[in-house]
């Protein structure tokens, strides 16, 4: 066949990395007069469903903002429910995980997260460790301010006991000091559910991302939604600062 003659492909090359903010699920439960912890359930079929969809379409770093640390001032019984559901999903996902490549890292501040969660979160780690299709990110207890304050806590500590000299950070050394220290920034940040806030995301990595605000609820998120943001995601034009050609 004559390449020139190949239809185009909307969603091609995909972009490497793509971050989403899931929200919505209490909406689409509430929607249904169903308790909020049905939609989060939901939500968590969504999350397998996009992995899936991200394998498919190429994408190699996928994060995902499960929970925020402003999430803590939710109702005890709401927190207790998603921790549940966490648990679960750490105990059961790990075999597909393994089985599809996927390798999971999750970040934010496990201080405050229960041990038996923690314990969870390192074994899965350890054993999706070695797997390199498809990189998926969970932010957990997470939030972007605080995850710059500790990179600058720690470069102040190395600058203190003369490890580093204070005039040579500059915003490598800070990006070396975050989560994502060794994973390409965003190229692609999704939220569901028709709100348009970030929320402390990855705020210092979204510096230069395409966002992308669908009015889909998260339970409803599917691969043609990926997909369409993808599309649009490639008429879209990334001048970095610079001027356009
Ligand atoms: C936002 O919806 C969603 C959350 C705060 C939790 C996200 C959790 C999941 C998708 C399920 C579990 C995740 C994993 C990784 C297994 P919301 O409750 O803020 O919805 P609302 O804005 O409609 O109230």
Redesign the pocket.
Known sequence: MNIVNLPPRPHFPPPVHVGII???????ATARGLP?AV??KQ??E??RRTMEAALHLGIRYLS?F??SSE?WKRPAAEIID?MG??RL?LRNEVRYLCENGIRLRVIGDRARLAPDIVALIEDSERRTAGNDKLTVI?ALSYGGRAEIVEAARRLAEKAATGRIDPNEIDEDSLAEHLYTADVPDPDLLIRT?GEKRISNFLIWQLAYTEFMFLDV??PDFSRSDLEAAISEFHRRERRYGAIGV
């Open positions: 899931m929200d919505g699920n209490g909406r689409w909020r939609g989060h939500g968590a969504a999350v995902l499960a929970f999430n998603l559901l966490l999903y969970i559910s609820l998260w």
